[in-house]
């Protein structure tokens, strides 16, 4: 069996002691839970403000709560986070967070701070199928899907970390959510998308989908149903405007080629100008990062409202690119620019420690330059088998 076929073999492990999680489900199956242990039904709107507005863990807490329910729920179920392995702060602010969840595997997600907002960058798996030459996640042999309750408690662990009980109105710390961590998020639709309604509750996180943006590689099959359900913003990882190019730096793009891509994109539900699709593109040295290569661009995506986030590449250890000259980044941004396309080069964040885009691996030291040729014969080993085509069509989503 291949590689990208684990994604949907591998189950998280029910808890030790036998205790439900109440976090992760949806308002139907909270109340289904109560009911299950002979409660009324109003008891669901309680436990969903105390979890999801008040960021509760303990039913001690839950103070309009009479004392014998709080004790039968405390016997049966539980709220709960994952555990904190590592926590590391990079000088620019960067928040990153290595955690554990229930089964000992672990995921990162990362606070990017602004002046008077941030943003929380969230893994939607254990690893990724997929092998983006340019990624270091998917260097990862191991791949499970994340549950609707592993994500949500990703956002709920970063509040807890920044005070943010009872879910502020204004001046909130945690504003933005982006599917940019560890993982393709559309290979592991259905829990994405139940995570994200329990974001989006306006009584509980209540973060809108317009501060929500789901970034793909090019799951071409689940653009249309992600946007007509859920209605996020839409990225998408373009890197390349050339199916040659493309093939080889993202080998989703042999199952899903431009032309399909493209089509999708035109089509998706919420295209206005106030909703454009951001085309992310990272800038490799030699690789994409011509003038030809940008006027490529603007020429693919002519027609979509959309603007372009050119990502200098962040090297990681027995990466084989190296990041675009500066000049050549302000050049190809110009290019772009002049097509009428908003076109910001994403200043990296969280370098140090890395934070930074494509540098997600469960990591947080750097290796020793003699460990760097090993970890490339590893990396090719794994590519060999998660490139087998058998196991590629045998990914998660279809
Ligand atoms: N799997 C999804 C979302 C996670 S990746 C996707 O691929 O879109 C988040 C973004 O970081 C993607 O655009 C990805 O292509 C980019 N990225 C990956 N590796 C990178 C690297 N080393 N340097 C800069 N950006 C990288
Ligand atoms: Fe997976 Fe996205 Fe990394 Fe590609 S860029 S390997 S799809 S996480």
């Known amino acids: 069996m291949g590689a990208a076929s684990h994604a949907s073999n591998f189950a998280p ?17 909270m109340l289904e839970e109560v009911q299950s242990v002979g409660l009324e039904p109003f008891r669901a709107k309680q436990l969903w403000k105390w979890i999801y507005n008040r960021g509760a863990t303990d039913f001690a807490q ?36 290595l955690l554990k969840m229930n089964d000992g595997r672990e995921v990162e997600s990362v606070h990017i701070p602004e002046e008077d907002r941030g943003t ?16 270091h996640t998917g260097t990862q042999r191991l791949v499970r899907n994340l549950t609707a309750a592993e994500i949500v408690e990703q956002i709920m662990v970063a509040r807890d970390m920044l005070g943010e009980w009872p879910s502020p109105q204004d001046g909130r710390m945690l504003s933005n959510i982006v599917l940019m961590g560890m993982g ?101 040295k030699g690789i994409n990062d011509s003038l030809a290569d940008a006027r490529g661009l603007v020429n693919l995506i002519k027609g979509i409202p959309a603007k372009v986030n050119l990502i200098p590449f962040n090297p990681w250890p027995g990466s084989p690119y190296e990041r675009s000259d500066w000049d050549q980044i302000e050049r190809f941004a110009q290019v772009v620019l002049n097509a009428g396309y908003a076109s910001p080069i994403r200043t990296p964040r969280g370098e140090d420690i890395l934070a930074a885009c494509g540098q997600l691996k469960s990591a947080s030291q750097r290796p020793s330059a003699a460990d760097v040729r090993a970890e490339r014969e590893r990396i090719a080993a794994i590519y060999a088998e998660k490139d087998d085509p058998e196991a590629v069509s045998a990914t998660a989503a279809e």
């Open 120 to 135: 929380l960058c969230v893994s939607s798996q254990v690893g990724c199928t997929l092998t983006c030459r340019f990624c």
């Open 184 to 284: 393709e998020p559309l290979y592991n639709y259905e829990e994405v998308a139940k995570a994200m309604r329990i974001v989006m509750d306006g009584e509980g996180i209540a973060i809108s989908k317009r501060r929500i943006t789901l970034s793909t590689s090019g799951v071409v099959p689940m653009i249309e149903r992600c946007g007509a359900e859920l209605g996020l913003n839409l990225a998408v990882s373009l890197h390349a405007v050339t199916d040659d190019i493309r093939n080889e730096i993202m080998p989703i793009n042999r199952k899903y080629p431009l032309k399909d891509l493209m089509a999708a994109l035109r089509a998706y539900p919420t295209l206005t100008n106030a909703r454009r699709i951001t085309f992310e593109y990272v800038m490799l």
């Open 13 to 29: 492990a029910p808890r030790a002691d036998g205790r439900r999680n109440l976090v992760g489900l949806s308002r139907d199956e």
């Open 62 to 97: 839950m103070t309009d709560l009479a004392k014998p329910v709080r004790e039968k729920l405390a016997e049966t179920h539980v709220v709960a986070r994952p555990s904190i392995s590592r926590e590391q702060r990079s000088t620019d602010g960067t928040h990153k967070w």
